[in-house]
């Protein structure tokens, strides 16, 4: 498995789009209109943007599904449990090349040593867990009691150049196209951060879309080829999703014992530190 940054899945493809696309920066839609024969979107400063086919690629809380499809709740299923996710530059050297794995019961921790030096940290914990307020007040509420180095680290989230927080949830719809607006990726079947491979399945699925498109000039037609053939993959991952949920969230302390033996095998399997 090739685990890659956010970010760094970001500038690839920006710079594969900038070139033969029109960006427009700091803009939302704010609306949206089907013509038959096409769409036309509205930007919040307004201006029309009229095409043949309208992907929304815009993530969990998608503003084209929520404009086209309906609210978000209608689709969304929720863990009870929330993930927080930074990078940490220039960690301590004791765990600087070391992978690093916490379990406890309704929380886990990861430290992911990067080629730069730095570690990607990631933290998963059940919602009950947190005290109110914003992100980091409940990030540094759920691990309260920890020693260690964890206090520490945990600060850096407060000087760390972005920090990604959420809900962990899934999507699930019956139908990822209406006329010519089709979803693609977490808007339109989140398999939640715990299944992983959701950028896979994004740019998988992306491509997936244009060869069926390409091959069949009628879209309906198209569209409707290309959600069967993606339906079994995204099932299958929101299945490994949800019971992931009980690798990453263990509701007892046998369930901590479990995980941390499988992650000691697979250790002694494939010579990785933990």
């Known amino acids: ?33 089907s013509t038959g024969h096409g769409v036309t979107i509205v930007l ?10 309208l992907v929304g690629a815009d993530g969990a809380h998608s503003v084209v599904r ?3 499809f309906g609210p978000e709740a209608r689709w969304r299923y929720d863990f009870g449990a929330e993930v927080v996710s930074y990078e ?43 005290d109110s307020g914003g992100p980091l007040t409940r990030l540094k509420h759920a691990y309260r009691d920890l020693g260690w180095l964890w206090p520490e680290l945990i ?17 699930r719809m019956n139908t990822w196209h209406h006329g010519r607006i089709v979803l693609v990726g977490d808007a339109a079947w989140a398999v939640s951060l715990l299944a992983g491979a959701g950028s896979s399945l994004a740019v998988g699925g992306a491509l997936s879309l244009a060869e069926h498109l390409n091959r069949q000039p009628d879209i309906s037609v198209g569209l409707d080829r290309w959600q069967r053939h993606m339906r079994p993959h995204v099932a299958s991952k929101q299945v490994l999703g949800r019971r992931a949920k009980h690798l990453f ?5 046998a369930a901590v014992s479990l995980r941390v033996a499988g992650i000691r095998t697979a250790n002694s399997l494939f010579g990785s530190h933990a």
Not at 9 to 31: F, K
Request: charged share 20%.
């Open 1 to 33: 498995m090739i685990s890659i940054l956010r970010g760094d899945l970001e500038s690839v493809l920006h710079r594969a789009a900038r070139n033969c696309a029109d960006l427009h920066y700091g803009q939302t839609m704010a609306a949206v209109r």
């Open 44 to 53: 919040e400063d307004g201006t029309e943007i009229s095409a043949d086919l």
């Open 66 to 68: 929520r404009l086209v």
């Open 88 to 130: 940490i530059t220039d960690p301590p050297p004791a765990i600087r090349e070391k992978t690093t794995i916490l379990t406890t019961i309704g929380r886990s921790a990861g430290l992911y040593p990067q080629s730069d030096g730095g570690l990607s940290a990631f933290f998963t914990f059940e919602s009950h867990l947190a």
């Open 155 to 171: 600060n850096r989230a407060e000087c760390a150049d972005s920090v990604f927080f959420d809900d962990i949830t899934q999507t």
């Open 249 to 253: 969230l263990p509701s007892s302390q």
